[in-house]
């Protein structure tokens, strides 16, 4: 059975502190990684797709990568807009998403 | 990037009545849609998968004859919720499946807060 985690479920940056996110997955065959935001009373947003290893994506102040057992969100200098839950899924060959619990990302001032 | 529509974004009703929820994929067509539902803190919780021209899948313990699901077009969906209770209420955000040039993506809708009262 598919599995996403991700980790940490929570976190608290200052202004202009990068970070990076982590979405792990034990999947039968990758059909693609997608990255989303949530703002809280809102529909994901989407923000990236990967399809394979070694494959990276910029936006803005996000990047994400992708290895064969898990993908990074890199926010670099971070603006308190930047605040929102950020959401990584996989989907099956019906394109049914599996999510990860999200990690709650908060940037101060 | 593709543009998902929810309409309404918000509604209030009385126990006992009905309210159908429109999801509209505004920019490309979509064969198959899906249908969450969000409890506040928590992760989205998928419903049922809506193919057009055919009957909708639901998940296990969602039930059907509840949560009436019609994929009319291949830009339309609509989620009806019968007879609404209270325990109904909740946040529900479609999303649709675009497929092109290779890629296989997903875009979510805005969402719509239902209350029922």
């Known amino acids: 059975e598919d599995q996403v985690t991700q980790s940490p479920e929570a976190l608290r940056l200052q202004e202009g502190e990068s970070s990076s996110l982590n979405c792990s997955y034990t999947?039968?065959?990758?059909?693609?990684l997608f990255w989303y935001r949530q703002d809280p009373g809102k529909g994901p947003e989407f923000l990236f797709t990967l399809y394979s290893a070694g494959e990276e994506k910029e936006k803005e102040r996000l990047k994400a990568t992708l290895t064969k057992k898990e993908s990074f969100l890199h926010i670099t200098a971070p603006k308190p807009e930047d605040s929102a839950t950020y959401l990584c899924a996989v989907p099956d060959s019906w394109g049914k998403l599996q999510f990860g619990a999200g990690t709650q990302v908060v940037v101060t001032p | 990037g593709a543009v998902v529509s929810q309409h309404p974004s918000r509604v209030i009703c009385k126990s006992g009545t009905s309210v159908k929820i429109e999801c509209r994929s505004l920019d490309f067509q979509a064969t198959t849609m899906f249908w969450y539902r969000q409890f506040p803190k928590q992760s989205l919780m998928l419903m049922a998968t809506s193919n057009e021209g055919s009957k909708a899948t639901y998940e296990q313990g969602v039930e059907k004859d509840k949560f009436l699901i019609n994929h009319a077009s291949l830009t339309l969906s609509t989620l009806t919720v019968t007879s609404a209770h209270p325990e109904d209420s909740s946040f529900y955000i479609c999303s649709a499946r675009a497929l092109a040039g290779g890629t296989d993506t997903q875009y979510f809708g805005p969402g719509t807060r239902l209350t029922v009262l």
């Open positions: 999947v039968s065959g990758l059909r693609g």
